[in-house]
């Protein structure tokens, strides 16, 4: 799989693509990362990737000229034509849809994703209508640039590349993994309140997705606080069903819009 970013920071790059799963990743091959200077694609001698809004405002947007050009560079074909089967063009921006796991497994099924990022007060419009296939953002905030978002992505994305990972499992038993995925036909959870005083949330579905449960390792007793006893003694059956349940009561306490189905829905 091919990476290429566009942005006015290249050197941004330098350090979160040099480190971990994606750095092996690119030095096996599996990946291939290409970074590059907006400011290439521009065509006056101040090198200007940004204006003024019309109507007026607050801050500056970044111009559709050099993205354009910058695009059309790397595909070898005019944005209104349909990009390349197996090719996805990302605009990284906090008005975009949310990013989420199954986003980044559709991702990693496909040969080449550019992503663009955006700057200043926001990219003019015609951009995400006409040149994007993906406008994504990475959370319910505001950050200064789409550098850090897509590092994100790449490294989702990455990761649920089959080699990427020394153990293949590890992306599927995980939070938001395929295996945190509820199948309805499981019978009831149980309603009585658990240690803290909290109710087990209500039957889930495959609509529901649970965060990983709780790990513990050496040493099995940290300044008073223990180990859970059934995770000591061997017993995997009651191991898988400890774990399932106090997932469960994580995601309930730490994130119930993924139980209750109120999450927004992502790309």
Known sequence: MRFDLITIFPEFFNGPLDYGIVRRARESGLIETRIHDLRNFTHNRHRTVDDRPFGGGEGMVMKPEPLFAAVESLTGSEAAAAPAPGTAIVLLSASGKLFRQETARRFAQIERIILLCGRYEGVDERVAEHLATHELCVGD???????????????????????????????????????????DHRPPLPTRPSGRGRSAPPHLTTSHC????????????????????????????????????????????????????SRPKGE
């Open 141 to 183: 905030f505001v950050l200064s640039g789409g550098e850090l978002p897509a590092a994100m992505i790449i490294d989702a994305v990455t990761r649920l590349i089959p080699g990427a990972l020394g153990n293949e499992d590890s992306a599927v038993n995980e939070s938001f993994g395929e295996g945190a995925v509820i199948p």
């Open 210 to 261: 649970l965060l990983d449960c709780p790990h513990y390792t050496r040493p099995p007793s940290f300044r008073g606080w223990e180990v859970p006893e059934v995770l000591l003694g061997g017993n995997h059956e009651e191991i898988r069903r400890w774990r399932r349940q106090k997932a469960i009561e994580k995601t309930s306490r730490n994130r119930p819009d993924l139980l209750n189905g």
